[in-house]
């Protein structure tokens, strides 16, 4: 980590499963039918790499599985990201090393959890839009990827959003809050991955990282 300069990057994640509501992942179980294919968002809405800010950029992973990963039960894990190509060279550069996990941080340890084969990787234009209130989240890669969902309610929630704190599954790391919704849509023809699912599991989370790690 010698040549890793400081870093940090601050900002929100959802992601659309094929799983029932809530997603067994969040309760580092395993996935319905003991198999998981979703997309995820991460949406940083202020980082800096070294010298290079990483402010208002998207990603987008694409990914499947087997088994449980938090217990280290899972097999074919494999992954595909789309990166934000508003980028410029020095912010693909910064992307690719904290989402790929060799800056260190919570995205190394993730990376060492899932252990995902990496099937493609490319740069294109992605949209995310989350409510301020967190009413509903929603992203696109135009003719590749939709992902979009509204917050769980139901006759006891008296409009508020659920949420919670220290999941024991949280694909951002410990300690962030977590708001429970329902797919709207979860389209994806990309990077070799397609599936369509509708009215299934999603969940937001904040995340808040930084490294390289301490030697």
């Known amino acids: ?71 280290g039960t899972h097999t074919n894990p494999k992954l595909g990201v789309l990166l ?45 839009e989350i409510a301020d209130d967190l009413s509903s989240w929603r992203a696109e890669v135009p003719g590749r990827v939709r992902a979009a969902a509204n917050v769980l309610s139901g006759p006891t929630s008296d409009g508020k959003a659920p949420r919670i704190e220290n999941l024991p599954g949280a694909e951002t790391g410990p300690g962030q809050v977590a708001t429970w919704g329902k797919a709207t849509a979860d389209e994806v023809d990309a990077l070799g991955f397609t599936w369509r699912h509708e009215s299934k599991s999603s969940k937001h989370i904040t995340f808040d990282w930084s490294g390289p790690d301490a030697a």
């Not at 799983?19 to 995820?40: H, I, K, M, R, T």
């Not at 060799?102 to 190394?108: D, L």
């Open 84 to 128: 934000d190509e508003r980028a410029d060279e020095g912010q693909r550069g910064a992307l690719q090393m904290i989402f790929g996990g060799q800056a260190g941080g919570w995205p190394g340890r993730f990376n060492e959890i899932f252990g995902a084969e990496m099937v493609g990787l490319e740069f294109a234009p992605i949209e995310v």
């Open 1 to 71: 980590m010698a040549d890793i300069p400081e870093w940090q990057a601050r900002g929100q994640w959802f992601d659309v499963c094929r799983c029932d509501v809530p997603c067994p992942c969040s309760w580092a179980q395993a996935p319905d039918d003991n198999y998981c294919e979703g997309v995820l968002i991460w949406h940083v809405e202020d980082g800096r790499y070294g010298d290079v800010a990483l402010d208002g950029l998207n990603v987008v992973g694409l990914g499947t599985f087997e088994g449980n990963p938090w217990e």
